[in-house]
C-alpha cells in the first residue's frame, strides 16, 4: 500500500488557480455555517464594526450557526419530540476537522440521563479482586490520568441502510452515531493494580447508574487491558451529563455500549454474564437467523460528509471531505471514487492520524456536471478494508441491525442534487 | 510461558513495594455488607439469584400492574418491545425478536427485569414479584406452564428455545479466548 504523507490544510492543489481554490474554500465554509442574512454585494454592504456584547461566563456558538443534533428513536423514526427519542445524532454534514464539539457529540441513553451530584457517585471495584475499594470522584482526579483522543460509535451507527436508502437522508441520519473527543481519566491498569485483581480474572463487569443499570461483561485482553480508562474529562472539561458525569469507561475502538457510562461498579469474574444487552440486544441476527455475538470491536469505516444527502452542489471546483476510522488502529488510507467505484483517487488525511480517532480526509474534484455516485473506502493500518455494499451485504444479511460498516454512496443527479442511494 | 510468569511477578513486586502508600491514598475498603447492596448481576448459572419465588398465576398480576401498560397485556401489542412470539421468524425478512424467540438465557430475564423495570421505577419489585413476573412472561411464551414456578434453583435450568442460536465473533469468543496456549 502506498503512504502518502498528509499534507498541510491550505496548500494549493497543483493544477488549480489560486483565485479558483480560494472560491472553492469560501464555498465550503459558508455551507458550513449558512447565514440568513442577506449577502454583502459590495463592502459598502458590509455592516459597520462596533461595540459587542458583553463578556460571559460561558461562551455560545454564533446566532448565525445552525448546528443541532437530531433526536431519534429507532431507525427511520426522526425529528421526533425528545422524551420520545433514544439517542440524538451528530450533524457531520456541518462539521470540520477531526474533533466533535462537545454539545454535538451523539447521545444514546436507555433510561434517560441520571443527575448525578458528582459528591455522592461512588465507584465500587469488586469480585475477584485482593481489595474490594470504593472511590469517590475526587479519589479519581487525585490518581495519575491520561488523556486520549478517541472514537465512540454506536454499534446502530449506519442501521438506516441495512434494507434500503431513503433518498432524503443526509449524512448526520445515515452515519451521525460516532464522534470524536479527548477523553481525560485513569487507567483501568492503575484500578485493577488497586484492588489487587486476581490473575485468574478474565472478564470484568462494568455497570451505570443509570435507571436502567446498563452493564456489559469485558474481556480483559491485553489490548483492553492495556488501552481502557475510566473518563472524568471531556475535551477539557468534567464529562457533560449526557455523556456519563461524573465518571465512564472509555474503551477504545469498542461498541459504544461497552463505553459504560455514570460508571459506579466494576465486578471481576472469569466468565461473562451474559447481560440483556450482549443477547437479547447488541448481537447481530445473520441471516440463517444465528446471531453473532460479542462482537465488540467496530471495524473500519469513512464517509463523506462533503457534499453529502441532500446538499446541492455545482459544476466547476468541489472539495470532498469526509470522516475515517476504524477500532483496529490508525487509518492508513482512504480512496475516494467519483464514478461509482470504477476507479479510486487516494485523499488526503487531515493530521494528527490517531489510533482509534476519527481523522479527517478530502480531495479536490472538478464536476463535469454529469450524473454520477460518490463513494470513500477506508483502510486501517491492519491492512483491514472497509467493504462494499454488496459484498457486506452477503456476509452479514440484511437483519444485523448492529456493526454496519459497508462504504456509503451519494448520488448526484444532473440538477446537482446530492442523494442517499444503495450501492 | 515463564518470561510472562516473570513480569508478573515484577508487577506484583513493584505494586507491593508501592501499596502501603497508594492503598491509603486512593478510596476506602469495600465492607461485605455495602458490597451486598450492588452486587445485584446474575449469571448463567444462576450465580446471583436471590432466595425467594414466584408463580405465573402471580406474575399475571404482576404484569397488569406494572408492565402492560407497554408491553401489551399479554406482551404484545405495547408501545415498548415485544416479549412473547416470534418463534420460527429469525430467518425470515421479518425477525421478531422476544424473550421467547431470541434470549438464550432465563437468568438474564430476571437480572434484566430486576435491574431495569419497570422502567420509572427500577429496582421497586420485590424478588418474588420479580421471580413471579419473569414465571409470566416464560409462560406467555410456552416455556414453562400456567401452573409453572420459578425460583434460583429452577431458572438456571430452563432451557431457553434459542439457546444455541448464539454463534460468538472468535476474536472474543468466551470459550476459546483466554485458553490459548
Given at each position: 500500500m502506498t503512504s502518502k504523507t498528509p499534507i498541510e490544510l491550505l496548500s494549493r492543489p497543483a493544477n488549480m488557480s489560486r483565485r479558483g481554490f480560494v472560491g472553492g474554500l469560501s464555498a465550503g465554509?459558508?455551507?458550513?455555517?449558512?447565514?440568513?442574512?442577506?449577502?454583502?454585494?459590495?463592502?459598502?454592504?458590509?455592516?459597520?464594526?462596533?461595540p459587542g456584547a458583553d463578556l460571559s461566563a460561558h461562551s455560545e456558538r454564533s446566532r448565525f450557526a445552525k448546528i443541532d443534533r437530531i433526536p431519534e428513536a429507532t431507525p427511520g423514526k426522526r425529528n421526533i419530540d425528545p422524551s420520545d427519542a433514544i439517542n440524538s445524532k451528530t450533524p457531520h454534514q456541518k462539521l470540520v476537522g477531526n474533533i466533535t464539539p462537545?454539545?454535538?457529540?451523539?447521545?444514546?441513553?436507555?433510561?434517560?440521563?441520571?443527575?448525578?451530584?458528582?459528591?455522592?457517585?461512588?465507584?465500587?471495584?469488586?469480585?475477584m479482586v485482593g481489595k474490594p475499594l470504593i472511590f469517590s470522584v475526587d479519589d479519581l482526579k487525585r490518581m495519575p490520568s491520561i488523556s486520549r483522543v478517541v472514537f465512540i460509535e454506536c454499534t446502530g451507527n449506519g442501521w438506516e441502510n441495512w434494507k434500503k436508502a431513503d433518498p432524503d437522508l443526509t449524512v448526520q441520519n445515515t452515519h451521525g452515531l460516532v464522534s470524536t473527543t479527548e477523553w481525560t481519566g485513569v487507567p483501568l491498569k492503575f484500578l485493577i493494580d488497586l484492588v489487587a485483581k486476581d490473575r485468574g480474572s478474565t472478564w470484568m463487569l462494568a455497570e451505570g447508574g443509570d435507571g436502567a443499570g446498563v452493564d456489559r461483561s469485558i474481556p480483559l485482553t491485553d489490548e483492553i487491558v492495556n488501552e481502557a480508562f475510566v473518563?472524568?474529562?471531556?475535551?477539557?472539561?468534567?464529562?457533560?451529563?449526557?455523556?456519563?458525569?461524573?465518571?465512564?469507561?472509555?474503551?477504545?475502538?469498542?461498541?459504544?455500549?461497552?463505553?459504560?457510562?455514570?460508571?459506579?461498579?466494576?465486578?471481576?469474574?472469569?466468565?461473562?454474564?451474559?447481560?440483556?444487552?450482549?443477547t437479547a440486544r447488541y448481537t447481530q441476527l445473520l441471516a440463517d437467523g444465528k446471531a453473532r455475538q460479542f462482537q465488540l470491536r467496530m471495524d473500519t469505516n469513512s464517509v463523506i460528509t462533503q457534499p453529502s444527502g441532500m446538499m446541492q452542489i455545482q459544476p466547476g471546483y468541489n472539495r470532498i471531505s469526509g470522516l475515517a476510522w476504524s477500532g483496529?488502529?490508525?487509518?492508513?488510507?482512504?480512496?475516494?471514487?467519483?464514478?461509482?467505484?470504477?476507479?479510486?483517487?487516494?485523499?488526503?488525511?487531515?493530521?494528527?492520524?490517531?489510533?482509534?480517532?476519527?481523522?479527517?480526509?478530502?480531495?479536490?474534484?472538478?464536476?463535469?456536471?454529469?450524473?454520477?455516485?460518490?463513494?470513500?473506502?477506508?483502510?486501517?493500518?491492519?491492512?483491514?478494508?472497509?467493504?462494499?455494499?454488496?459484498?457486506?451485504?452477503a456476509a452479514m444479511g440484511t437483519n444485523a441491525l448492529f456493526h454496519y460498516n459497508a462504504q456509503q454512496t451519494w448520488s448526484i443527479d444532473e440538477a446537482g442534487r446530492v442523494r442517499n442511494v444503495l450501492a | 510461558m515463564s518470561s510472562h510468569k516473570r513480569l508478573i511477578t515484577g508487577v506484583l513486586a513493584i505494586g507491593l513495594?508501592?501499596?502501603?502508600?497508594?492503598?491509603?491514598?486512593?478510596?476506602r475498603p469495600a465492607t461485605p455488607d455495602e458490597i451486598k447492596l450492588w452486587d445485584i448481576d446474575v449469571g448463567p448459572d444462576g450465580k446471583g439469584l436471590p432466595d425467594g419465588s414466584g408463580t405465573v398465576v402471580q406474575g399475571k398480576q404482576v404484569f397488569?400492574?406494572?408492565?402492560?401498560?407497554?408491553?401489551?397485556?399479554?406482551?404484545?401489542?405495547?408501545?415498548?418491545?415485544?416479549?412473547?412470539?416470534?418463534?420460527?421468524?429469525?430467518?425470515?425478512?421479518?425477525?421478531?425478536?422476544?424473550?421467547?424467540?431470541?434470549?438464550?438465557?432465563?437468568?438474564?430475564?430476571?437480572?434484566?427485569?430486576?435491574?431495569?423495570?419497570?422502567y420509572p421505577t427500577p429496582g421497586s419489585l420485590g424478588t418474588d414479584e420479580t421471580y413471579a413476573v419473569t414465571a409470566y412472561i416464560l409462560s406467555l411464551n410456552g416455556i414453562i406452564p400456567a401452573d409453572g414456578k420459578v425460583d434460583k434453583d429452577s431458572l438456571p435450568k430452563i432451557r431457553m428455545p434459542n439457546r444455541d442460536g448464539f454463534v460468538p465473533e472468535p476474536e472474543f469468543d468466551p470459550a476459546r479466548l483466554f485458553h490459548k496456549k
Open positions: 465554509i459558508l455551507s458550513v455555517a449558512a447565514t440568513e442574512a442577506a449577502n454583502a454585494e459590495t463592502l459598502a454592504d458590509v455592516p459597520d464594526r462596533g462537545t454539545d454535538l457529540h451523539y447521545e444514546r441513553s436507555h433510561s434517560g440521563v441520571p443527575d448525578i451530584d458528582p459528591a455522592q457517585h461512588r465507584l465500587l471495584i469488586h469480585g473518563a472524568y474529562g471531556q475535551n477539557g472539561e468534567p464529562l457533560r451529563p449526557a455523556h456519563g458525569f461524573p465518571m465512564r469507561l472509555v474503551m477504545p475502538g469498542f461498541e459504544g455500549n461497552l463505553n459504560i457510562k455514570w460508571l459506579r461498579r466494576l465486578k471481576f469474574g472469569n466468565a461473562p454474564w451474559m447481560t440483556r444487552w450482549e483496529h488502529g490508525k487509518i492508513a488510507e482512504v480512496e475516494i471514487s467519483t464514478d461509482g467505484g470504477k476507479t479510486w483517487t487516494e485523499a488526503q488525511l487531515s493530521l494528527p492520524v490517531l489510533s482509534k480517532a476519527q481523522v479527517r480526509f478530502q480531495m479536490d474534484w472538478v464536476w463535469d456536471g454529469k450524473p454520477t455516485t460518490i463513494v470513500s473506502r477506508s483502510t486501517d493500518e491492519q491492512g483491514n478494508v472497509q467493504p462494499d455494499r454488496n459484498s457486506f451485504i | 513495594l508501592a501499596s502501603p502508600a497508594f492503598a491509603f491514598d486512593f478510596g397488569s400492574d406494572y408492565c402492560s401498560a407497554c408491553h401489551g397485556e399479554n406482551g404484545h401489542g405495547g408501545i415498548k418491545d415485544r416479549l412473547a412470539g416470534g418463534q420460527g421468524t429469525l430467518a425470515s425478512n421479518m425477525p421478531v425478536k422476544t424473550v421467547g424467540s431470541f434470549w438464550p438465557y432465563a437468568t438474564t430475564l430476571f437480572d434484566y427485569i430486576h435491574r431495569a423495570m419497570p
